[in-house]
C-alpha cells in the first residue's frame, strides 16, 4: 500500500526559513516522480517542486520559489524533503506531498495519482 505522510509545517516569521518533510512506503524513489504542492484559500492547487529518480534526478522550481526552495531526497530513508528559505508571505499555505510513477517530473496535480495529508505553513509578517 502507497502512503505519503506530510509534516514540518507551522508558524514562521518572514525570511526565515523551514523544512518540510514528506515520508513514503510503498515506493521506490527511483521509479517516482515526487512532487510539493501548495493550496492557499481560494486558490488553486499549485507545484511548487518535484523531484524523479532519486536526489540525483531532475528538478523542478516554478518562478514563484525559485532560489529560494530546494527540494532533496534521501532514498534510503524514503524521505524527501523541502527546504523553504527566505518565505514570503504568499508562501502561506496548506503544502502537499504527492507521487506518480514515472521517470520524469509532471507539473499537474491530476497527473498525481498518491497524496499525503497537507501540512499548513503560515508565514508572519
Known amino acids: 500500500e502507497v502512503q505519503l505522510q506530510a509534516s514540518g509545517g507551522g508558524l514562521v516569521q518572514a525570511g526565515g526559513s523551514l523544512r518540510l518533510s514528506c515520508a513514503a512506503s510503498g515506493i521506490s524513489f527511483d521509479d517516482y516522480a515526487i512532487a510539493w504542492f501548495r493550496q492557499a484559500p481560494g486558490e488553486e492547487r499549485k507545484v511548487v517542486s518535484c523531484i524523479s529518480s532519486g536526489d540525483g534526478g531532475p528538478k523542478y522550481y516554478p518562478d514563484s520559489v525559485q532560489g529560494r526552495f530546494i527540494i532533496s531526497s534521501d532514498n534510503a530513508k524514503n524521505r524527501v524533503y523541502l527546504q523553504m528559505n527566505s518565505v514570503k508571505s504568499e508562501d502561506t499555505a496548506v503544502y502537499y506531498c504527492?507521487?506518480?510513477?514515472?521517470?520524469?517530473?509532471?507539473?499537474?496535480?491530476?497527473?498525481?495519482?498518491?497524496w499525503g495529508q497537507g501540512t499548513q505553513v503560515t508565514v508572519s509578517s
Open positions: 504527492a507521487a506518480q510513477k514515472s521517470p520524469w517530473c509532471v507539473r499537474g496535480d491530476i497527473m498525481y495519482a498518491y
